[in-house]
């Protein structure tokens, strides 16, 4: 596989929109570990290689114990690692990157919102959403992860 085309080195006016939304979400009330473990979470359900790779060493970086990030794919089995709001945070990050199968369905709010406030909801829904995005770029342009860089 050989990268593409760099996205926003051809669209730097929609790189400032992407980037401020990153600032934004990285500056609200949600724990940075709980942000990264979402992004994880996203980019490893979208395939996203420089994503994931990139998500890893974040939460490695961060602190974040090497079994508790190496089960992020299967949290359901190993929820005694994560949090009351880590869980609800990866299902609700499950279900909305899934939206084309799930449709975000009512039962899926109503947990979310259970542990969450409106504003945090509405901040998660917000990185898991640019994630997404950002997911699509990284696959879209086959961006190689730094483990590839050699």
């Known amino acids: 596989m ?4 760099e996205v926003f080195k051809h669209a730097p006016e929609a790189y400032k929109g992407f980037a401020a939304v990153k600032s934004y979400v990285q500056t609200c009330d949600l724990p940075s570990e709980l942000v990264e473990l979402v992004y994880l979470r996203v980019s490893q359900i979208n395939g996203c290689a420089y994503c994931i790779d990139m998500h890893t060493r974040d939460l490695l970086n961060q602190g974040v114990k090497i079994d508790k990030v190496a089960l992020v794919p299967v949290w ?14 990866l299902a609700w ?7 084309a199968q799930t449709n975000v369905p009512d039962s899926d709010y109503q947990k979310a919102i259970a542990v969450f406030s409106e504003k ?3 901040d998660l829904t917000v990185a898991v959403s640019l ?6 770029f990284g696959v879209s342009m086959r961006m190689a992860p730094a483990a590839l860089a050699y």
């Open 131 to 136: 994630m997404n995005a950002f997911n699509r």
């Open 93 to 99: 990050a499950e279900s909305v990157t899934r939206v």
């Open 76 to 89: 359901e089995e190993a929820a005694a690692l994560f949090s009351e709001k880590e869980r609800a945070a």
């Open 2 to 5: 050989s990268k593409r085309l």
């Open 120 to 122: 945090e909801l509405a």
